[in-house]
């Protein structure tokens, strides 16, 4: 029988193939790498969201846990970051206290990417970068991902075309992947609602006292530079609120409605004994108005379109040539964190969280972030 050679043009049609299979394809698996964080001095230990369900294991959505334990016992505060990856402040600003901070009294347990599955792709249609970069005191180069609002597709799938919810609203299909729509979570259920499930368990059987969810959003969205609060954290809030006004730090406080499915600020306090926060900061990159969208505007902050929309008086926060830089947002949240300590512990001496190193706000805002970085 006569042997078959395979016609040379062929041949290069399915290497040129594999070449543009293997360039989109690489930086898909880039895309799914974990984060590379560097725990500072203040962390004993650490931990995967797994260990609270073990379902997760090897997953996605599996994500490391970060416990600074103090000397001296105390309260516990659990920090949760990027429940929206696609909100850069949302997990640095965690991830600085897991890099930096040192627990003296009490614990504190943090997850700076709670939807492992929505970091691993970025948000389609919105021409969003993969990732930023920020350069630390010794002038190395991290790089951090920007994923998206929802866990990935290839986690979750499909999506229905509604979906309603228990308390009967009607959301978009996609919502189903939002975790801040899926508190307190299913242990069986999609993989959205295991990670909100997981994020429960750490409250209950850790005991956290305190429970605060780190985001951004839109400078003309209306809960923004605002903390929400359970009706069990208000009290608390409204004295956060009034010690960042005193540090020229515009904030406005919200209660958590009470008819609000599925949001971490009402579901981690109707399901457990935490007190629960969200703080929100205002992110450019997050707008409808905003123009070239890039690794500089998570950076800097700075977009004319916003400056213009300022001057028409038609955003919610102040917005002027400084922009809202990432290091403002982060210092933002850093400080709000504070206060919530100091507040807190004014009241439950006996049940006190002290952590240090943490930087002031003066020191950040507007500053090398990356300073803060290991
Ligand atoms: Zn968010």
């Not at 994020?199 to 839109?218: N, T």
């Not at 904030?251 to 629960?276: A, V």
Request: net charge negative; hydrophobic share 40%; charged share 25%.
């Amino acid at each position: 029988m006569k042997k078959t050679c395979p016609n040379p043009a062929f041949l290069g049609f399915l290497i040129a193939t594999a070449i543009l299979v293997a360039i989109p394809g690489l930086s898909y698996v880039k895309q799914r790498a974990p984060e590379t964080i560097i725990p500072g001095p203040g962390v004993t230990r650490r931990g995967s969201l797994s260990d609270y369900l073990p379902a997760l294991k090897g997953t996605s959505a599996d994500t490391p846990v970060f416990y600074l334990e103090g000397k001296e016992p105390g309260g516990t505060v659990l920090l949760v970051g990027g429940a929206h990856p696609n909100e850069p402040a949302g997990f640095i600003a965690p991830l600085i206290v897991v890099e930096r901070g040192v627990a003296q009294k009490g614990r504190v347990i943090v997850v700076p990417y709670a939807n492992g599955s929505a970091i691993s792709h970025t948000e389609p249609l919105e021409g969003s970068p993969a990732s930023f970069s920020l350069k630390n005191k010794a002038g190395e180069t991290r790089v951090f991902r920007v994923g998206s609002r929802l866990s990935n597709p290839l986690d979750q799938w499909p999506d229905p075309a509604l979906y309603v919810n228990e308390k009967g609203q009607v959301l978009s299909g996609s919502e189903m992947r939002n975790l801040n729509r899926a508190f307190p979570g299913k242990a069986d259920g999609s993989i959205t609602e295991q990670i909100a499930y997981a994020i429960m368990e750490i409250i209950r059987r850790e005991k956290a006292d305190i429970s605060i969810d780190f985001h951004e959003a839109s400078p003309e969205y209306t809960t923004v530079n605002a903390i929400v609060a359970h009706e069990k954290s208000l009290e608390l809030a409204a004295e956060v609120a009034m010690y960042l006004e005193f540090d020229d730090i515009p904030i406005t406080l919200e209660q958590s409605p009470k008819n609000l499915n599925g949001l971490s600020h009402r579901e981690w306090g109707d399901y457990s004994d935490t007190l629960p926060f969200l703080f929100e900061a205002a992110n450019p990159f997050m707008g409808r108005l905003r123009g070239k969208t890039d690794e500089t505007l998570i950076i800097e902050g700075k977009d004319p379109y916003y400056l213009a929309a300022a001057k028409a008086k038609r955003l919610n926060v102040p917005y002027d040539e400084k922009g809202l830089p990432l290091s403002y947002r982060v210092a933002r949240h850093i400080t709000a964190f504070r206060y919530v300590l100091d507040t807190y512990n004014t009241y439950y001496e006996e049940k006190a969280i002290i952590v240090t190193d943490l930087p002031e706000y003066e020191e950040m805002a507007y500053r090398n972030l990356g300073d803060f970085l290991n």
